[in-house]
């Protein structure tokens, strides 16, 4: 039932021999855990996912975060996850939603509010979730950051390159940053210039430290300056920054625990320092 658009009747005028044979072609990545009832679902699923993209089109910025994640995954594959989580949201509530309803536990208007209420919670949490894989992943890369700028300077004394250098950290070490660091060699055997590699590098992660570190490799190979100390003072910045994010943390526990001490604790205390004075005035009356 969907009329051929004009790309499609013209393309076949248009296209260029291909001597591959089809049979070798990479076949799309199944999105939904449904097998072959995917390719049936798929032209309204791609239907869904553009239509939703009226409502949120921050493509580029998803774009962006999908690459902070760690995720090798395109824009309307995370799209088609969260239509398929708020269908889920959907689903479920609509069960649980006619059961009470069959039951005269709640009404029908409240029913169908919550039933929207979950598709939208469904939709919204697939994104929450990508924040939070977000976040944990730049603190792995926090956490490893040091070492391995110190690994690096190590090897930069020893006389190694910077993309020596950072050869040997892709080899010997684990981890996120290490990743990276093999996506900026990848890149510089690619033909791209070690310091747009490690500018993208920058970019890609958006976090400050890693985007210092990157203007001290750029100054060093540009102008020639010594680059063991640059790297030795960033790692302890970011252990000194650490420190002060543990310190931040514990004070906010400490401003936390006061609230069950002060509700919870100091009222009993003062309930068994003040009862019996109030039962002996009782008894003495």
Known sequence: MRPTTLTARV???????????????????????????????RPVLADAVRWSHRFNPATAALTRRLAQAGRDQSTA???????????????????VMVLLAASGSIGVPLAVVIILACAALGFVGRDYVLSADIKRREA???????????????????????????????????????????????S????????????????????????????GITVAVQRGTPLADVLRAQAQDVRDLAKRDLMESAGKKEIAMMVPLVFGVLP????FAVYPGIALINLGF
């Open 11 to 41: 393309a076949p005028q248009l296209r260029a021999v291909d001597v591959k044979s089809r049979l070798l072609a990479d076949t799309p990545a199944n999105v939904t855990p449904f097998g072959p009832l995917e390719r049936i679902v």
């Open 188 to 215: 510089t055997r690619a033909g791209r210039p070690l310091v747009e590699a490690l500018q993208e590098f920058s970019q890609r992660t958006r976090l400050a430290p890693l985007a210092r570190f990157v203007d």
């Open 77 to 95: 594959d995370f799209r088609a996850q969260q239509l398929l989580w708020a269908a889920a949201g959907l689903a479920g509530s609509t069960l």
């Open 140 to 186: 792995r890369m926090l956490a490893q950051f040091p070492s391995l700028a110190e690994l690096m300077a190590l090897a930069v004394s020893a006389g190694e390159s910077t993309t020596g250098a950072l050869e040997r950290i892709s080899r010997t070490a684990n981890g996120e940053l290490a990743g990276e660091f093999s996506l900026v060699l990848a």
């Open 268 to 271: 009993l205390t003062v309930l």
